[in-house]
């Protein structure tokens, strides 16, 4: 089976093999942005611009739970690969919740605006793109931020295009993949903070034209200079 949401406020499971819909789970009042299958439980979960997150039971189509601790809608969630558990991604907040039963763990502050997505890795590096279009970077496990990114636009495109709309990151979890409102699609790369160029200047000059990430605490194109100190004087105003 699989699942979809959308504008009509439901979310709708369909048998892959028959093309027919078996199942319609109603009970949002907005917008159904994100949903996700559990692998270990008969349960879908789903996101929503109601500012609610609903965990179904499969097998019959009942509502489980009702979370409502987000303010604001939510975009995006996401199933960590190592622990049981699931992380939601709002306007407000970022938040951690336990498997199956939906009970509150912690939440990740300290993003700006609002997030479209999330991707998290095996070696924890917990990302997100948001209305802005800048990248933050956290330690899963300590929740702190280690690096932000502004990705810049595609040349021609307005300034109200910087949106990043989703972010993965790829198998070997060494790249990280985004699609933005510029219709772009990019890719930033893992790189060793410890290697040297000077060497080779062909390579380094090749590195140059990529976007990079680090591992932990290294990422980056981070954000200009210019930026933050105009960020600085707008924080003292």
């Known amino acids: 089976v699989f699942i979809t949401g959308g504008r009509d406020c439901v979310a709708l499971v369909w048998d892959i093999r028959s ?37 179904w039971d499969i097998r019959n189509g009942q509502l489980l739970n009702t ?11 996401l199933i960590p690969d190592k622990e049981y558990s699931f992380i939601s991604a709002g306007a407000d907040d970022i938040k951690i919740w336990s498997c199956p039963e939906g009970k509150y763990i912690r939440s990740i502050k300290g993003g700006e605006g609002i997030i479209n997505s999330i991707a998290l890795n095996r070696d924890g590096v917990f990302v ?37 709309f989703d ?19 990019k890719m930033f790369k893992q790189i060793d903070e410890d290697k040297e160029y000077e060497d080779d200047e062909e390579e380094e000059e090749e590195n ?20 933050d100190e105009d960020e600085g004087q707008s924080d003292n105003d």
């Open 208 to 227: 140059k034209k990529d976007y990079y990430f680090n591992s932990k605490n290294k990422y980056g194109i981070n954000l200009d200079e210019n930026d």
């Open 67 to 77: 979370l409502t601790h987000h303010k604001k809608c939510i975009r995006d969630l």
């Open 128 to 164: 997100s793109g948001g209305e802005d279009g800048k990248l933050f970077f956290w330690d899963y496990d300590k929740g702190e931020i280690f690096q932000k990114i502004k990705v810049p636009i595609q040349p021609g495109s307005m300034e109200c295009e910087t949106q990043i």
């Open 167 to 185: 972010c993965k990151f790829d198998m070997t979890d060494t790249r990280l993949i985004t699609a933005g409102c510029d219709k772009t699609i």
């Open 19 to 55: 093309r027919q819909q078996i199942s319609c789970l109603e009970g949002h009042t907005n917008t159904v942005y994100s949903v996700l299958m559990q692998e270990n439980e008969p349960q879908i979960i789903t996101g929503s611009s109601d500012c609610t997150i609903k965990l």
